[in-house]
């Protein structure tokens, strides 16, 4: 079965986006397994999808946010404007992170699978719209979501998929504990 959004042409963006959400979330091993083989124009599409379900998700609270306080009301456009492409950089990012731990624990240097399993797996990104809680629940279950892909899609071992998927999450969030730790111990940032 074709993945939606790789036919959008035929069904529109938000009818393709739609059904790929629903398809990831709710079974991500049928999907995973199902992911056929690369084609040309798949190229960069799972990473856009990626893109604009953290859009979706990230974009709300940012306006929220932004024009809550009068004094970042004029950068609300320019970050709006920005936030693509930092989330296609963070797709990358994590794309390259995940293929350079699966490479390092299996061989495997299948860029293609593992950046389409990356890209589709963001559909868990659409968590992060929750406040407080979706920022941290929701990288972990991209993760999960991408050491599923890794295990069906490439028949990946547990270990190594739990390893590659997980590593960036945890990565990330040590970088973050530590640039908090410098801000309040630091610059004596009151939290």
Same mark, same amino acid.
């Given at each position: ?8 042409? !035929? ?17 991500? $091993? ?13 190229? +960069?599409? %799972? ?14 609270? #940012? ?7 009068? !004094? $970042? ?9 920005? #936030?693509?492409?930092? =989330? ?21 240097? !299948? ?7 990356? +890209? ?7 968590? $992060? ?13 991209? +993760? ?7 295990? &069906?899609?490439?028949?990946? %071992?547990?270990?190594?998929? =739990? &390893? ?19 801000? &309040?111990?630091?610059? +004596?940032?009151?939290?």
């Amino acid at each position: 079965m074709p993945i939606p959004w790789e036919a959008r042409g !035929e069904l529109g963006r938000a009818a393709a986006a739609w059904h790929t959400f629903r398809r990831v979330v709710w079974d991500p $091993l049928r999907f995973f397994r199902d992911l056929p083989g690369l084609s040309q124009s798949s190229r +960069g599409g %799972p990473l856009r999808f990626g893109v604009l379900i953290g859009v979706l998700a990230v974009a709300p609270g #940012l306006l929220t946010f932004g024009l809550s306080r009068a !004094e $970042l009301v004029p950068l609300a456009v320019p970050v709006l404007l920005a #936030l693509p492409f930092v =989330l296609h950089l963070r797709m990358l990012a994590t794309t390259a992170a995940v293929w350079l731990l699966t490479t390092l624990t299996t061989n495997r240097r !299948e860029w293609e699978v593992i950046e389409r399993i990356t +890209g589709y797996a963001a559909a868990a990104d659409l968590v $992060l719209i929750v406040p407080g809680l979706g920022w941290i629940v929701g990288p972990f279950i991209a +993760g999960l979501y991408r050491a599923v892909g890794l295990r &069906v899609a490439l028949g990946v %071992p547990r270990w190594a998929a =739990l &390893v590659s998927a997980l590593g960036p999450t945890f990565i990330v969030g040590l970088m973050m504990m530590g640039l908090v730790g410098v801000a &309040v111990v630091g610059w +004596g940032i009151p939290l």
